[in-house]
């Protein structure tokens, strides 16, 4: 029996919408939904009757409030920008007093700070929520990085620890098994509060970066075995479910395996042979790299994936240029079980790049917003749940519990050793690809990145000097304190110059 007033409200009923939905209602929380068209409300209550919690269809804003009990707790999963504000401007003149919403959409991390100062200033509350994970995240236990008022976190926690994937104290995996009406049980729930307003979004958008990093770099791993190796899909399939046993065990690791063994339903050919090679994206990862370059964080792997995808857009033009642009004609001619065992170590070597150029942004973004971020903790939510979940997060936790204060992951002294054992393999590998015309942008980006952060001095001196020679930009001395800036007169280039 339906109770009075329902414990939380969401608005926006699309898969996401719904499968949240599902979720919060089979941990035992009556909900209220909420969709523009009708419908599509009637017909998904229609479909889900006697989920644990119970729910209910709403006609209205206004009708959806008034079914909510007080404080009210009220989810958005609508379109990011215009879309949101627009559901916002029609919810806020229905709410009360320290009434809470929660936009849990991929929304931009400075407009979240808008939402919340806005809200703040009415005397209601709002909180930005990354929810990472993807439709079947969202169904049986996602990601979930909430900021915004701290007091209205505490009122929400309940629920979004209890939807929360789950992952094992003892090894750090997550707990799987779940289905609908039964929801995993114990184990660590994989959402903390990240910070104030803009916080928990602005950590979902880096979260996102990270991601397209690590899908380009397991991209160019499948390139290479194939373009060096010739292997096919489903020996590629073998070596990835081999990998997905060790220190690369991911998500994406799991599902690439799951892909390359995949037949095609009509040709029955390998399916990823049949997929067109030109790839989507829906902004997050621009975001990353614009902000990364706004803030002067180096970020080159995130951004050479961002780029990849776009390279790959231009497929016909890539047609016409593969007709008339012709590369190395060098083979591989070496042992296959070496270079596999190279490019495991080139693709680790490089995620650790990744992942610590995103740490890095993190960093600066909590000093640039006055956000005192938990990077030990924000691994250990990413373990499950999301879609970069790996084993590896739990050495990044391990990694901020030594130094809370760590500068750059790539100091720490585990992934030190790492890149001691494997940087030769990863060198080689990045060789091959230059050599035998294999495309490998995250795996340069990243030992460019390795390479320029372990220099002592870096051929900037040069650049500054040509700055200051055309443009009187000024420059410092190697002999005299940082911030002490100076500009050289310099002589006419016509003339001759002594040696005296």
Known sequence: MAKQFSDI?????????????????????????????????????????????????TKSVKELVASIAKPRKIILLVQAGKGTDAVIDGLTPCLEKGDI??????????????????????????????????????????????????????????????????????????????????????????TAY????????????????????????????????????????????????????????????????????????????????????????????????TNALDMGVPAPTIAEAVFARCLSAVKEERVAASKILRGPSKKYRGSKKALVAAIHDALYCSKICSYAQGFQLMRTGAQDYGWNLNFGEIAQIWRGGCIIRAAFLQKITEAFTRKPDLANLLLDPYFNRTFKAAQTNWRKVIALAAECGVPAPTFSASLAYYDGYRSARLPANLLQAQRDYFGAHTYERVDQPRGKFHHLDWPDPKRPQLDV
């Open 101 to 190: 919403v929660i936009d849990g959409g991929n929304a931009l991390w400075t407009d979240t700070i808008r939402r919340e100062k806005a809200y703040s200033d009415k005397g209601l509350r709002f909180i930005g929520s990354g929810v990472s994970g993807g439709e079947e995240g969202a169904r049986f236990g996602p990601s979930l990085m909430p900021g915004g008022d701290y007091q209205a976190w505490l009122e929400l926690k309940p629920v979004w620890e209890a939807i929360a994937a789950k992952v094992d104290p003892a090894t750090g995996k997550p707990i799987t098994g779940a289905a609908p009406g039964r929801p995993v049980s114990g184990g660590v729930p994989c």
């Open 194 to 289: 990240i910070g104030s307003n803009g916080a928990g979004h602005y950590v979902k958008m880096v979260h996102n970066g990270i991601e397209y990093g690590d899908m380009q770099m397991i991209c160019e791993a499948y390139a290479l075995m194939k373009g060096l190796l010739g292997m096919k899909p489903a020996e590629m399939s073998g070596v990835f479910t081999e990998w997905n046993k060790g220190i690369l065990d991911s998500f994406l690791i799991e599902i690439t395996a799951d892909i390359l063994r995949q037949r095609d339903p009509v040709t029955r050919k390998p399916f990823v042979d049949v997929v067109l090679d030109a790839a989507g994206q829906k902004g997050t990862g621009k975001w990353t790299s």
């Open 9 to 57: 409200g969401l608005v926006g009923l699309a898969v996401m919408g719904q499968n949240l939905a599902l979720n919060i209602a089979d941990h035992g929380f009556q909900i209220s939904v909420f969709n523009r068209t009708t419908e599509k409300t009637d017909k998904f209550v229609a479909e889900n009757p006697g989920t644990p919690g119970g729910i209910v269809g």
